[in-house]
């Protein structure tokens, strides 16, 4: 690695004071998993690093107006085992638990992970799917974007210089509603995955048919990404092998898969059939659960 | 200027800011149990345990450490007897080449610190980011089976 400066401040305040002074030079480090990573690879060389792990109050997981606000400096392991997430939005622990390994967990935080943008990751494939929201603090003041808008390229994100993320926050999931995360994983359990498929379904009064579905993806395009001509198709459907076939093949239009070691784009368009049925499959029964009609 | 506490020892170091805890262990401190495999925070052979939590020595910076308490592989035998964890590895053969062990080692320290009545597949879920290129993964986890019996008889 190259030397940088680096400075730890002890306030937001101080440390967008520290991100103006040195401007597009300057990256900001939390749990340090990619950033250290990619520096070590000579792959990104800031000439300071300014690290939030010495601001107070940046890590709390609250509820926040019946849903869940996640703080930018909870570690994934934080989120993965709160018992306030467990509780409200066990999906979203559950996505968190599937992340990497158990320490790098312990490290890497849930909005470094936002800033980092590998549409590889996990997190927000579910979070695109709950229709989360990004919280953002620059020395303007605040502003919050739904997480569609944040992420805009390959490692590209809607921050502008001088901005950090500072909270995710997850509306709360209505009645009659079932969510999946699913990582198709042919390598190793720690892998980045081949695909990934987050589901939402919210079923109607009668407790059987869709009235709305919400469908995300990861690992097949520059971004992860919302399926909506999938999404589409569901509304006022009962749960079917040809609905779900039909969401499958819509999906795959809505991914850009790439070739890697991890499988080719043939295979991957395919597989994001597969998983967007598995997905939708798992969060319609779960509906039907909390509906009471199963 | 860092201050951190490695293994109960305080220390002040001026140190680079690129210097990873790993190499600050091992070179500025002569700590050499913690091993760099990958580099990348994917193998283990690096773990450490940070406020007693475990993480990836390769991948965090030493300028991470500071006011916080780091404890090695080479914090666990007190007094010349061996942590159970360790006996357990030397008694059920949980190593081969030993390269992967201080890190193997410690994360299992960490999961009996945190869950001293593991189930086998939490066992294998924690265990799973310490790769061992002999492939002696089932005496790994037999050692941690005995390691958690032994605690609890």
Known sequence: MNAFDYRSPRSLDEALAVLGEYGEDARVVAGGTALVTMMRQRLVQPSCLVSLRAVQGLDRIETDNGGLRLGALATHREAETSPLVRERIPVLAETFRRVATVRIRHMATVGGALAHADPNQDPPVTLLALGARVEIRGAQGSRELPLAEFFRDYYETALEPGELVTAIKVAPPPPATGAAFLKFLPRTADDYATVAAAAIVTLDPDGIRCREARIALGSVGVTPLRARSAEALLAGEGLSESVLRDAGEAAKTAVDPLSDHRGSAAYKLEMTAVMVGRALTQAWEAARRAAGTR | ?153
Not at chain 2, 20 to 46: I, P, W
Not at chain 2, 122 to 143: A, D, F, H, P, Q
Request: charged share 20%; net charge negative.
């Open chain 2, 1 to 153: 200027m860092i201050r951190l506490t490695v293994n109960g020892t305080a220390h002040e170091l001026e140190v680079p800011s690129y210097r990873t805890l790993l190499d600050c262990l091992r070179y500025d401190l002569g700590l050499t149990g913690s091993k760099e495999g990958c580099g990348v925070g994917v193998c283990g052979a690096c773990t450490v345990l940070l406020d007693g939590k475990m993480i990836s020595s390769c991948i965090a910076l030493a300028a991470f450490a500071d006011s916080r308490e780091v404890t090695t592989v080479e914090g666990l035998a007190q007094d010349e007897r061996l942590h159970p964890v360790q006996q357990a590895f030397v008694d059920a053969g949980g190593f081969q080449c030993g390269i992967c062990t201080p890190g193997q080692v410690v994360s299992a320290k960490a999961l009996l610190d945190a869950n001293p009545n593991p189930s086998d597949a939490e066992i294998r879920e924690w265990m799973v980011g310490n790769l061992c290129r002999c492939t002696g993964y089932y005496k790994i986890i037999e050692s941690i089976r005995v390691a958690a019996e032994r605690s609890r008889a």
